[in-house]
């Protein structure tokens, strides 16, 4: 190889070295899509947090934005507050779910996923004779929702907001 090739060749390898270093150091996940820049954009800009912006009772819908458009989207339910036992003693309570629904955003990134917070959390155990569960919160009870769709910011992964609403 000549000496003029070799140098071109060179220059080649080490901008494609350090844009994958840029990448990496602005945490951008291993598995994502491969990322694409306008010529002279910055790689490492703050990427705006999704959005969690409603929770219909009726129909137990969860809306948002923000996500990315036509993605996988992961929704977290919690509660907290206090639920009576059979002993007429109050129970603090303050359950996640144990596993995280997945839905997908539309193609403008919004989300309206069906939850239904029965099925989402774990029971929880008020009486142990007879043993009787409760399902879902309790009248009073905060309930909380969070999401995410798999982007990383500075290394942690970017959830929305916890959209909260007293059941």
Known sequence: MSHEKHALWSRGIS???AAC???????APAA???ATTAPNSTIDRVAAAPVLTAYDRG??????????PSHRVW?????SGVVPACSGQLISDIRTSGQLLQATSDP???????????VTLPPLLVCDNPV???YGAYFGEQLH??????????GRLLWSNTFTLTV
Request: aromatic content about 10%.
């Open 145 to 154: 929702f969070s999401a995410h769709d798999g982007r990383y910011e500075g």
């Open 132 to 134: 009787q569960y409760f």
């Open 108 to 118: 403008s990134g919004a989300i309206a996923v069906h939850v239904d917070p029965k």
């Open 59 to 68: 129909s137990m819908t969860l809306t948002g934005s923000g996500f990315l």
């Open 15 to 17: 901008g494609i070295v």
């Open 75 to 79: 929704v977290r339910t919690a509660v």
């Open 32 to 34: 994502a899509e491969p």
């Open 21 to 27: 270093v840029a990448i990496l150091v602005a945490g």
